[in-house]
Each structure stands twice: as C-alpha cells, then as structure tokens.
C-alpha cells in the first residue's frame, strides 16, 4: 500500500519561509498528479496547489505567488517552498493525489506562522 510521509514543518515567523517534503512510497508520482492540501482548526481541508504528472502546476489564489510546488519523480518527493508566510498559513499540511484516491492521508506536518 502506498504510504505518504510529509516533513519539514515548524513554527516561523510572519514573512518567514519553509519548505515542506513529501516522500512516497511506490512509483505513483509517475501516475498521478499531486497536490498539497491543508487543514487549518476548525476549518475544512483545502487544496493550495497542484502539480501534474508532466510537470504543470496551479495554486490557490491565497498562495499564488508565495508557494512553489515541484516533483522529483526519480525520488518519488513533491516538495512546497513556501515563502512570505502569514498567520492564516497555519495549517496542518498533507500532500496526496489529485483528485483525491484511495490512497490514504499521511500524518501531515503541522505549520505555525506566528511572531
């Protein structure tokens, strides 16, 4: 069964950067896009930005021009380099398939932008 383990979070301040990674196991990276969601409290899951199989990506409007997704298919990684970060980036944030699968949700890697 295909495993996602998600990596890189912490706590950073307003303006701040991190980048988040995302291991698979298994070759789906070849298959499928992917996308790294997140779940801030209270509030429903939600997709930031995608990136297809051939390399072609889009962002939601609330991260456009702070996060960048990339792939290394080779490493079978999807990586989030997130920049300019702002509280409301606070989230618990999980890659998976896009459209969503029946690939299980990894354990996410908690993200806290605060001063």
């Known amino acids: 069964q295909v495993q996602l383990v998600e990596s890189g979070g912490g706590l950073v301040q307003p303006g701040g950067s991190l980048r988040l990674s995302c291991a698979a196991s298994?070759?789906?990276?070849?298959?499928?896009?992917m996308g790294w969601y997140r779940q801030a409290p209270g509030k429903a899951r939600e997709l930031v930005a995608v990136i297809t199989s051939s390399g072609s990506t889009n962002y939601a409007d609330s991260v456009k021009g702070r996060f960048t997704i990339s792939r290394d298919n080779a490493k079978n990684t999807v990586v989030l380099q997130m920049n300019s970060l702002k509280p409301e980036d606070t989230a618990v944030y999980y890659c998976n398939a896009f459209p969503l699968t029946t690939i299980p949700w990894g354990q996410g890697t908690q993200v806290f932008v605060s001063s």
């Open positions: 298994g070759s789906i990276f070849r298959i499928y896009a």
